[in-house]
């Protein structure tokens, strides 16, 4: 399979092997290892081998492949930290957080007690969701 990478991109070099990781999967299309500043404990992120820098742009395979790297990973970790819960997140842009401009879905593990990552949340009105909804689909 050709490779393509990015010379500037830390997983990039994760997935080259000129930098260190605390690899915990590997497969022929994906890598796992743990995220160094951790949100919690166990906190695990999925890559694609070959560079693409958003969740949007992935092709199908690709898409499939590190879906299914995320679910076993999940698995291990409740499995081997029993984890009681699992938030699984992709930061699509700069804006919604990403740091590493190559995809990858992080695997928080949850315990009873910690925080729900999702707070603050308001009832929508009905009239703003049908103008949405008309944005996106219509046209
Ligand atoms: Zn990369």
Redesign the pocket.
């Known amino acids: 399979m050709d490779l393509h990478?990015?010379p500037s991109?830390p997983?990039?070099l994760i997935e080259e092997g000129k930098a260190p990781a605390f690899l915990i999967h590997n497969d022929a299309r994906t890598m796992s290892f743990l995220d160094i500043r951790p949100f919690a404990e166990g906190h695990t992120l999925v890559i694609p081998r070959i560079?693409i820098e958003l969740f949007s742009d992935l092709d199908h395979d690709t898409l499939a492949s590190l879906f299914i790297a995320a679910s076993e990973v999940a698995r291990l970790l409740k499995r081997r930290l029993g984890v009681d819960g699992i938030n699984v997140l992709v930061n699509e842009g700069k804006v919604a957080g990403q740091v590493v401009p190559?995809v990858h879905i992080h695997l928080i593990p949850r315990k009873p007690g910690n925080e729900p990552i999702f707070t603050e949340r308001v009832q929508a009105e009905e009239s703003t969701l049908e103008d949405l909804r008309q944005k996106i689909t219509v046209g």
């Open positions: 990478h990015d991109c997983f990039c560079h190559h």
